[in-house]
T-cell receptor, first 111, second 111 residues
Framework: QKEVEQDPGPLSVPEGAIVSLNCTYS??????FMWYRQYSRKGPELLMY????GNKEDGRFTAQVDKSSKYISLFIRDSQPSDSATYLC???????????FGDGTTLTVKP | DGGITQSPKYLFRKEGQNVTLSCEQN?????MYWYRQDPGQGLRLIYY???????QKGDIAEGYSVSREKKESFPLTVTSAQKNPTAFYLC??????????FGDGTRLSIL
């Protein structure tokens, strides 16, 4: 069983929809949680970074962490065609330096 | 501009040949990483280095080698022992205990 499981997708939504992207994990030592966005043929770009349970908001993006359920989510409000990309969750243990990534969810936002 | 530069963007390898992928960063980050990404899959860690002249194997190090002689440089050699080298290779760097930032990758193919 993988340490990090990500909803596989693909996901297709109309412009303006609210999108929910989800990951679960099994390692209770994970303390740092990241979301990356990856456009085709490009490297991943860091979107959100949090180290505590609860919500963190940045513009149209909200990252949610529930450590008791070992579950994290990324919500995108008012989705735009430019949000069409693959989204990767990532997690790390404190002081470990390296991260474990989910397999990614490909999102398409249709105009 | 500060960033991570990977070169070349595309690389072709003949059977039995070693090839070296370049990764340079001018962000003054201590740690550097190499990942492999296959279609529809997440990132798998090949090697990482948290300090000059020191590096550790990741999950899929067989058939690869690295060096870290300078803080800003972390080249990856794909040796002839790697039997399935066709993939998208991503280099990342980070300050201590901070999320990783990625270059735009090198796509390696077999001739």
């Amino acid at each position: 069983q993988k340490e990090v499981e990500q909803d596989p997708g693909p996901l297709s939504v109309p412009e303006g929809a609210i999108v929910s992207l989800n990951c679960t994990y099994s390692n209770s030592a994970f303390q740092y949680f990241m979301w990356y966005r990856q456009y085709s043929r490009k490297g991943p770009e860091l979107l959100m970074y949090t180290y505590s349970s609860g919500n963190k908001e940045d513009g149209r993006f909200t990252a949610q962490v529930d450590k008791s359920s070992k579950y994290i989510s990324l919500f995108i409000r008012d989705s735009q065609p430019s949000d069409s990309a693959t989204y990767l969750c990532a997690m790390s243990v404190a002081n470990a330096g390296k991260s474990t990534f989910g397999d990614g969810t490909t999102l398409t936002v249709k105009p | 501009d500060g960033g991570i530069t990977q070169s070349p963007k595309y690389l072709f390898r003949k059977e039995g040949q070693n090839v070296t992928l370049s990764c340079e960063q001018n962000l003054n980050h201590d740690a550097m990483y190499w990942y492999r990404q296959d279609p529809g899959q997440g990132l798998r860690l090949i090697y990482y280095s948290q300090i000059v002249n020191d590096f550790q194997k990741g999950d899929i190090a067989e058939g690869y080698s690295v060096s870290r002689e300078k803080k800003e440089s972390f080249p990856l050699t794909v040796t002839s022992a790697q039997k399935n080298p066709t993939a998208f290779y991503l280099c990342a760097s980070s300050p201590r205990l901070e999320p990783q930032h990625f270059g735009d990758g090198t796509r390696l193919s077999i001739l």
